[in-house]
């Protein structure tokens, strides 16, 4: 009963923060991109690198906030300029003329409220929480509460990440499944006995703290969970593009990843 009741309250909150995260309207001027983004690059890094550039440049950005493929399909469908995915590339994709421009490897955190006394977690009790075999956060040296998974929709990069790299492709067993991938910070953030999953900068709330993974923080070497963020467009970028990637991709671009808790990508792929 006492998990029925906090499953019904943690949906109606779940409702409410789907207002929160509608696309951001667009500002048209005499030179506009059209960029579709994915929801956790956009909370992450974008609010800070958009202004930035307009701010430098004059040049406004029309940004649609979505999931990653849904990015991809907007400038394929020649709805958008450019895309920003925190999923790779398909191979298909560039034998097609799709150009892709890796700008940031991010560490994909897992959360829980902040008021929650558990810290640390081992890969192997992730895999048991995710999967339904771990229950109670007394398990695990917490109160005798129960643990509320929440996940965001199954086409996010953000679940389709953590499926495949902390999951190990194992069925994830959630109560709750979010609108877009950053629904599930509000969720956390509202709801003391909840756990998720997200991109580090994306995470960076308050109310929110991420969890060490044995023993290893997410902006920490070694941490062993992580996502490429990428820049995609139809061709190799030009023009306004070219200037809006190359901008992101500076000196300036890179601090504010940084400060924002993202690693500039430097060659090295997730494994």
Known sequence: ?????????????????????APVGSVRAEEVIRYSCSAQIYEA?????????????????????????????LLMSDISDVAATARRLYPRHKEYGY???????????VIVNGQNPVTDITEEVIKE????????WNELGGPDEPIVVVVPRKNTAAY????????????????????ESITVVEVVRAFPWSISFISQGAARREGVKTLRVNGVAPMEENYPYCQVFSFVTHGKPSGAVKEFIDHLLS?????????????????????
């Open 1 to 21: 009963m006492k998990r029925t009741l906090l499953i019904i309250l943690i949906i109606c909150a779940m409702a409410l923060s789907v207002s929160l995260i």
């Open 251 to 271: 000196k300036e671009g890179k601090e504010i990843m940084k400060k924002r808790g993202v690693n500039p990508f430097l060659g090295e792929e997730c494994e």
């Open 99 to 109: 150009w892709e421009t890796p700008f940031a490897k991010d560490p994909l955190a």
């Open 45 to 73: 890094l974008e609010k800070t690198r958009i202004e930035a550039f307009t701010q430098k440049t004059g040049i406004k950005i029309d940004v649609r906030v979505c999931s990653s493929p849904t990015a991809v399909n």
């Open 160 to 179: 389709k990440n953590f499926s495949r790299k902390p999951m190990s492709r194992q069925l994830i067993a959630y109560d709750l499944m979010g609108y």
């Open 129 to 136: 929480i995710f999967s339904g075999g771990i229950s109670n």
